[in-house]
């Protein structure tokens, strides 16, 4: 594990800010808090798009979740490095904060593979963009977004075993559990969710919404343009 530098103070303890002053948002003149999260309803990406989006998890508790995810794998490979493989992509925002609570010597790479729509027709996955580091020997954290039917899992546990990792876990933040076609199961789950289309931290639909701060469901949609 790295050491602390020598300047560094070790926890690391922010000295505390002023209060944040109330704000407008500029889309509605709605007043808010810049630390509180403003109504779904006023995020000016959803206004105009026709989608309805209701809030399934909120950014508190992904960020509560995702540190008790941090902690686990930090306990489970204490003293070890790790690498994290982001799967592009919905896993972006995720592993960003993961790897933020995981307090261990951690490496990230990315792999990317086809998409969404062709692979729950078919089950046929191709590679887009391949790991770019060896994995022999190596601590993989395969860190995706959701399990849907666990076709996309399966090939890229596939792929990625044959390169002889030391050990090879995966982290989900989210698992439709009824929606799966092949077997296929995370090491660490944030939130089973029900089979419905989410969207939000990380997942899009047609490219959209990966900034929204919560996980919403999608009840109606426009045409996806
Ligand atoms: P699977 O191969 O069916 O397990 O699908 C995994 C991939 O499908 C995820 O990495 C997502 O990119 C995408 N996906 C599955 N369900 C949803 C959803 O509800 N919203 C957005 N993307 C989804
Ligand atoms: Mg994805």
């Not at 800010?17 to 808010?32: D, R």
Request: with cysteine; glycine share 6%; charged share 25%.
């Amino acid at each position: 594990m790295r050491k602390p530098f020598k300047s560094e103070t070790w926890p690391y303890s922010p000295k505390p800010t002023a209060q944040p002053s109330v704000k407008q948002c500029p889309s509605t003149k709605q007043s808010f808090e810049p630390t509180t999260l403003r109504p779904l309803m006023y995020h000016p990406i959803v206004q105009g798009t026709g989608d309805k989006l209701t809030v399934l998890i909120t950014r508190e508790q992904i960020a509560a979740k995702v540190v008790e995810m941090g902690v686990r794998i930090t306990t489970d490979f204490a003293g070890q490095s790790v690498v994290l493989i982001g799967v592009l992509r919905g896993a972006a925002i995720f592993l960003a904060d993961l790897a933020r609570q995981i307090d261990l010597d951690v490496s990230f790479d990315f792999i990317a593979v086809s998409s969404y729509g062709n692979s729950k027709q078919s089950g046929e996955i191709k590679l887009i963009k391949d790991v770019d580091d060896s994995l022999e020997g190596r601590n993989v954290i395969l860190v995706e977004d959701i399990l849907d039917t666990g076709i996309t899992l399966t090939y890229i546990r596939k792929l990625l075993l044959a390169r002889q990792p030391r050990a090879f876990k995966v982290a989900a933040l989210l698992d439709k559990v009824a929606a799966r076609k092949v077997p296929a199961q995370a090491d660490y789950v944030g939130f089973q969710i029900p089979d419905q289309f989410v969207v939000g931290y990380g997942l899009d639909f047609g490219q959209r919404y990966r900034n929204l701060p919560h996980v919403c469901i999608m009840e109606t949609h426009s045409d996806g343009n």
